[in-house]
Protein backbone atom coordinates (compact mmCIF):
# COMPACT_ATOMS: atom_id res chain seq x y z
CA UNK A 1 0.00 0.00 0.00
CA UNK A 2 2.74 2.73 0.85
CA UNK A 3 4.50 1.25 -2.14
CA UNK A 4 1.66 1.87 -4.59
CA UNK A 5 0.98 5.42 -2.94
CA UNK A 6 4.65 6.55 -3.48
CA UNK A 7 4.33 5.20 -7.11
CA UNK A 8 1.24 7.28 -7.61
CA UNK A 9 3.01 10.56 -6.45
CA UNK A 10 5.66 9.74 -8.92
CA UNK A 11 3.46 9.42 -12.37
CA UNK A 12 1.90 12.28 -10.70
CA UNK A 13 4.79 14.65 -11.12
CA UNK A 14 5.62 12.97 -14.42
CA UNK A 15 2.62 13.58 -15.71
CA UNK A 16 2.94 17.35 -14.84
CA UNK A 17 6.24 17.12 -16.02
CA UNK A 18 4.90 15.74 -19.43
CA UNK A 19 2.75 18.59 -19.91
CA UNK A 20 4.79 21.32 -18.93
CA UNK A 21 7.72 20.13 -21.56
CA UNK A 22 4.85 19.48 -24.08
CA UNK A 23 3.05 23.08 -23.91
CA UNK A 24 6.25 24.68 -23.78
CA UNK A 25 7.26 22.88 -26.69
CA UNK A 26 3.83 24.18 -28.52
CA UNK A 27 4.57 27.91 -27.42
CA UNK A 28 7.74 27.78 -29.15
CA UNK A 29 6.62 26.26 -31.99
CA UNK A 30 6.18 29.19 -34.63
CA UNK A 31 4.48 26.68 -36.77
CA UNK A 32 1.67 25.87 -33.62
CA UNK A 33 -1.25 27.78 -32.51
CA UNK A 34 -1.93 25.01 -30.06
CA UNK A 35 -5.19 24.23 -31.87
CA UNK A 36 -3.83 22.23 -34.87
CA UNK A 37 -1.65 19.46 -33.03
CA UNK A 38 -4.65 18.72 -31.55
CA UNK A 39 -7.02 18.69 -34.66
CA UNK A 40 -4.11 16.69 -36.02
CA UNK A 41 -3.86 14.11 -33.54
CA UNK A 42 -7.65 13.70 -33.52
CA UNK A 43 -7.78 12.96 -37.19
CA UNK A 44 -4.76 10.46 -36.93
CA UNK A 45 -4.72 6.94 -38.03
CA UNK A 46 -3.03 5.33 -35.23
CA UNK A 47 -0.85 1.84 -35.88
CA UNK A 48 0.89 1.30 -33.20
CA UNK A 49 1.37 -1.98 -31.48
CA UNK A 50 -1.30 -1.39 -28.72
CA UNK A 51 -3.80 0.05 -30.61
CA UNK A 52 -3.38 -1.50 -33.76
CA UNK A 53 -6.64 -3.81 -33.26
CA UNK A 54 -8.60 -0.88 -32.73
CA UNK A 55 -11.18 -0.27 -36.03
CA UNK A 56 -12.78 2.02 -34.78
CA UNK A 57 -11.81 6.05 -35.56
CA UNK A 58 -9.27 6.72 -32.70
CA UNK A 59 -9.77 10.55 -32.45
CA UNK A 60 -14.23 9.52 -32.15
CA UNK A 61 -12.84 7.42 -29.19
CA UNK A 62 -10.70 10.24 -27.61
CA UNK A 63 -13.63 12.76 -27.44
CA UNK A 64 -16.23 10.33 -26.75
CA UNK A 65 -14.13 9.77 -23.92
CA UNK A 66 -13.46 13.63 -22.80
CA UNK A 67 -17.45 13.86 -23.12
CA UNK A 68 -18.13 11.23 -20.97
CA UNK A 69 -16.48 13.44 -18.14
CA UNK A 70 -18.62 16.28 -19.08
CA UNK A 71 -20.93 14.98 -15.95
CA UNK A 72 -17.95 15.89 -13.93
CA UNK A 73 -17.95 19.67 -11.89
CA UNK A 74 -14.05 20.04 -12.43
CA UNK A 75 -14.09 19.09 -16.56
CA UNK A 76 -17.94 20.27 -17.57
CA UNK A 77 -17.20 23.53 -17.99
CA UNK A 78 -14.00 23.25 -20.18
CA UNK A 79 -16.01 20.48 -22.44
CA UNK A 80 -18.94 22.44 -23.06
CA UNK A 81 -16.94 25.83 -23.90
CA UNK A 82 -14.00 23.85 -26.37
CA UNK A 83 -15.66 20.27 -27.69
CA UNK A 84 -14.70 19.55 -30.12
CA UNK A 85 -11.87 22.13 -30.77
CA UNK A 86 -9.74 21.96 -28.01
CA UNK A 87 -6.38 23.84 -27.77
CA UNK A 88 -3.64 21.89 -26.11
CA UNK A 89 -3.85 23.68 -22.75
CA UNK A 90 -7.31 22.69 -22.46
CA UNK A 91 -7.01 19.38 -24.03
CA UNK A 92 -3.96 17.96 -21.93
CA UNK A 93 -6.35 18.19 -18.66
CA UNK A 94 -9.19 16.04 -19.90
CA UNK A 95 -7.15 13.44 -21.09
CA UNK A 96 -5.71 9.81 -19.65
CA UNK A 97 -2.12 9.40 -18.62
CA UNK A 98 -1.70 6.77 -21.67
CA UNK A 99 -3.67 9.67 -23.85
CA UNK A 100 -1.01 11.96 -23.02
CA UNK A 101 1.75 9.74 -23.70
CA UNK A 102 0.50 8.95 -27.01
CA UNK A 103 -0.12 13.16 -27.70
CA UNK A 104 3.74 13.68 -26.75
CA UNK A 105 4.94 10.76 -29.07
CA UNK A 106 2.57 12.38 -32.09
CA UNK A 107 4.08 15.79 -31.41
CA UNK A 108 7.79 14.39 -31.65
CA UNK A 109 6.96 12.54 -35.15
CA UNK A 110 5.10 15.92 -36.44
CA UNK A 111 8.22 17.95 -35.46
CA UNK A 112 11.12 15.75 -34.65
CA UNK A 113 10.75 16.99 -30.94
CA UNK A 114 11.96 14.78 -27.74
CA UNK A 115 9.05 15.59 -25.20
CA UNK A 116 9.19 11.82 -23.33
CA UNK A 117 9.54 8.89 -24.72
CA UNK A 118 6.81 6.54 -25.59
CA UNK A 119 9.15 2.84 -24.13
CA UNK A 120 9.26 4.60 -21.04
CA UNK A 121 5.52 5.96 -20.61
CA UNK A 122 4.00 2.86 -21.47
CA UNK A 123 5.53 0.86 -18.41
CA UNK A 124 4.75 3.66 -16.50
CA UNK A 125 1.10 4.17 -17.48
CA UNK A 126 0.97 0.94 -16.40
CA UNK A 127 2.38 0.54 -13.02
CA UNK A 128 0.74 3.56 -12.61
CA UNK A 129 -3.19 2.05 -13.53
CA UNK A 130 -2.16 -0.95 -11.52
CA UNK A 131 -1.09 1.23 -8.29
CA UNK A 132 -4.53 3.58 -8.48
CA UNK A 133 -6.22 0.63 -9.04
CA UNK A 134 -4.92 -0.93 -5.68
CA UNK A 135 -3.44 -4.27 -7.72
CA UNK A 136 -0.85 -6.31 -5.96
CA UNK A 137 2.01 -5.07 -7.38
CA UNK A 138 4.20 -8.08 -6.79
CA UNK A 139 1.39 -10.61 -7.54
CA UNK A 140 3.69 -12.27 -10.14
CA UNK A 141 7.58 -11.17 -9.17
CA UNK A 142 8.46 -15.05 -10.24
CA UNK A 143 7.51 -14.45 -13.65
CA UNK A 144 9.83 -14.02 -16.70
CA UNK A 145 7.72 -13.11 -19.60
CA UNK A 146 8.75 -9.09 -20.03
CA UNK A 147 11.34 -8.29 -23.23
CA UNK A 148 13.02 -5.39 -21.39
CA UNK A 149 13.66 -2.36 -23.79
CA UNK A 150 17.35 -2.47 -25.02
CA UNK A 151 17.45 1.42 -23.67
CA UNK A 152 16.61 0.15 -19.93
CA UNK A 153 18.76 -2.73 -20.33
CA UNK A 154 22.03 -0.76 -21.14
CA UNK A 155 21.32 2.02 -18.45
CA UNK A 156 21.27 -1.02 -16.00
CA UNK A 157 24.80 -2.31 -17.42
CA UNK A 158 26.18 0.51 -15.90
CA UNK A 159 25.60 -0.34 -12.59
CA UNK A 160 29.03 -2.58 -11.65
CA UNK A 161 27.08 -4.16 -8.39
CA UNK A 162 24.28 -5.90 -10.47
CA UNK A 163 25.86 -8.94 -12.15
CA UNK A 164 24.49 -9.61 -16.07
CA UNK A 165 22.60 -12.98 -15.07
CA UNK A 166 20.76 -10.77 -12.12
CA UNK A 167 19.93 -7.99 -14.66
CA UNK A 168 18.77 -10.03 -17.19
CA UNK A 169 16.63 -12.46 -15.01
CA UNK A 170 15.39 -9.45 -12.61
CA UNK A 171 14.33 -7.29 -15.61
CA UNK A 172 11.91 -9.85 -17.41
CA UNK A 173 9.74 -9.76 -14.87
CA UNK A 174 6.67 -7.20 -15.52
CA UNK A 175 6.83 -5.22 -11.99
CA UNK A 176 10.51 -5.04 -11.65
CA UNK A 177 10.82 -3.68 -15.33
CA UNK A 178 8.18 -1.04 -14.59
CA UNK A 179 9.82 -0.01 -11.31
CA UNK A 180 12.76 0.58 -12.88
CA UNK A 181 11.06 2.39 -16.30
CA UNK A 182 9.75 4.36 -13.63
CA UNK A 183 12.60 5.59 -11.68
CA UNK A 184 14.39 6.23 -15.49
CA UNK A 185 11.48 8.21 -16.46
CA UNK A 186 11.19 10.19 -13.37
CA UNK A 187 15.32 11.18 -13.69
CA UNK A 188 14.66 12.22 -17.41
CA UNK A 189 11.36 13.68 -17.20
CA UNK A 190 11.05 15.93 -14.01
CA UNK A 191 13.00 18.80 -14.23
CA UNK A 192 12.86 20.28 -10.60
CA UNK A 193 15.98 18.98 -8.52
CA UNK A 194 14.15 19.90 -5.21
CA UNK A 195 11.49 17.31 -5.81
CA UNK A 196 13.54 14.54 -7.00
CA UNK A 197 15.15 14.75 -3.98
CA UNK A 198 12.48 14.81 -2.39
CA UNK A 199 11.01 12.06 -4.21
CA UNK A 200 13.79 9.58 -3.84
CA UNK A 201 14.43 10.59 -0.55
CA UNK A 202 10.75 9.16 0.09
CA UNK A 203 11.72 5.59 -1.69
CA UNK A 204 14.94 5.50 0.33
CA UNK A 205 13.44 5.84 3.42
CA UNK A 206 10.94 3.44 2.95
CA UNK A 207 13.33 0.91 1.16
CA UNK A 208 15.64 1.35 4.05
CA UNK A 209 12.52 1.44 6.88
CA UNK A 210 8.94 0.49 6.37
CA UNK A 211 10.27 -2.12 3.49
CA UNK A 212 12.95 -3.85 6.18
CA UNK A 213 10.68 -3.91 9.02
CA UNK A 214 9.39 -7.61 9.82
CA UNK A 215 12.46 -8.45 7.63
CA UNK A 216 12.41 -12.34 9.28
CA UNK A 217 9.77 -13.55 7.83
CA UNK A 218 11.35 -12.94 4.57
CA UNK A 219 14.44 -13.75 4.77
CA UNK A 220 14.01 -17.42 3.68
CA UNK A 221 12.03 -16.23 0.51
CA UNK A 222 15.20 -16.10 -1.84
CA UNK A 223 12.70 -14.47 -4.60
CA UNK A 224 11.84 -11.48 -2.60
CA UNK A 225 15.05 -11.07 -0.83
CA UNK A 226 16.80 -11.01 -4.27
CA UNK A 227 14.18 -8.88 -5.80
CA UNK A 228 14.60 -6.48 -2.92
CA UNK A 229 18.21 -6.36 -2.61
CA UNK A 230 18.32 -5.38 -7.03
CA UNK A 231 15.79 -2.96 -7.06
CA UNK A 232 17.42 -1.18 -3.60
CA UNK A 233 20.85 -0.98 -5.91
CA UNK A 234 19.26 0.66 -8.58
CA UNK A 235 17.52 2.78 -6.40
CA UNK A 236 20.65 4.08 -4.84
CA UNK A 237 21.99 4.37 -8.30
CA UNK A 238 19.10 6.41 -9.45
CA UNK A 239 19.39 9.00 -6.58
CA UNK A 240 23.22 9.67 -6.77
CA UNK A 241 22.89 10.81 -10.27
Partial sequence: MHLR??????????EHSLKVSLLNEIEHNDDEDGYHIIQKYLAREDS??????????????TLRKIK????SDYCK?????YYPYFPAWVFVELISFGEL????????????????????????????????????????????????????????????????????????????????????AYNEFVKSDDIKKKRFGELKKFFEGRML??????????????????????LDNFESC
Fill in 68 to 71: AHKS
Fill in 101 to 184: AHLCHFYNSMYGAHVGDRVLLNSVRDIRNASAHSNCLINRLGSRDQTPHRSIVNRIKKISSIRQVTRDNKLKNKFIYDFVCLLY
Fill in 77 to 81: DLIEK
Fill in 213 to 234: RNQEWFAGNTLIVSSYNFLKKV
Fill in 48 to 61: SEDRKSEKKDNGLI
Fill in 5 to 14: YIILQMTLDI
